[in-house]
């Protein structure tokens, strides 16, 4: 048997329900890895984004490091741009295929969920390229338990390019509002929310560049986020290691503080501040989230 996506049906993942996963037993950790996009190296090297060896490797070895983690691990989460082919373009399902062979060599207890990413869904996605992805993926937007946690699980694209898909970003935003009220009323230990495109890659205040989420649904969302407990946005797209924190001094004094981590690349790092491919680890205990990223021979 080799280890397959978690199905996504109606918003929830198969098997990772409250009913199933609601409650706290342990501490445990989970993997994060971000942007894979096979075919993007040989397209930085002036190629048309046809070889992807260099990724597939990189994934397999990481694969195997991670079966062999102690404890292991109990899911992995790929946060956006699975594939580098945009929808309906050359080499889409040859990435697919290979990209799944490539994880399917995660040991089968390591179940895999998948956040949508631009390249999966299009930069302008349309109903077309979403059914698309759903096809291969399911659900872009949805929720799964782990643990006793809450993890929700949101589509960027449709925040940054809504014309094209009727009202899926409307209808994605009242479907959040929705977890959130879930988030405040269940009595998880942490949530925590993935999202590709992130919040912001260094400082809250940032101007819009277009590796993070306008500043015109920024705040809004950050708002929303400390107002539902969230402590952590776990995001990609970056292709380097970046990110911060949000606070804000609430009426009654408290402090709400949200991490946004932007995560690098499995595959090809962007930018020259030394990152190398890797994955990053979260430890989940009772008080505290914490995480940290490793070049992929690093993991320990
Ligand atoms: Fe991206």
Redesign the pocket.
Known sequence: MTNEFVKVANHEASGFTKEEQGRWTESYEFVFVA?PQPGLIHQYDGGDGSLWDEEVKNIQEAALAINKMQPKPKFLVIG??ILNAFPGTPYRSEQLRDLRVAFSQLNTSIPIFAVS???DLGQKPTLETMEMYRRDFGDEYYTFWYGGIFYIVINTQCIISPDGTENLYETQKAWLEEQLKIALSSSCKHVVLFM??PLFVKNPEEEDTGYAIPMKHRFKLMEQFADAGIEKVFS??YHRNAGGFWTRTNPDGSLSKVEVVASSSIGKQIGNQGDKAGIRIVKVSENEITHHYYAIRDIP
């Open positions: 942007d956006g741009d990413g631009n390249h590709h495109i990609g797209h």
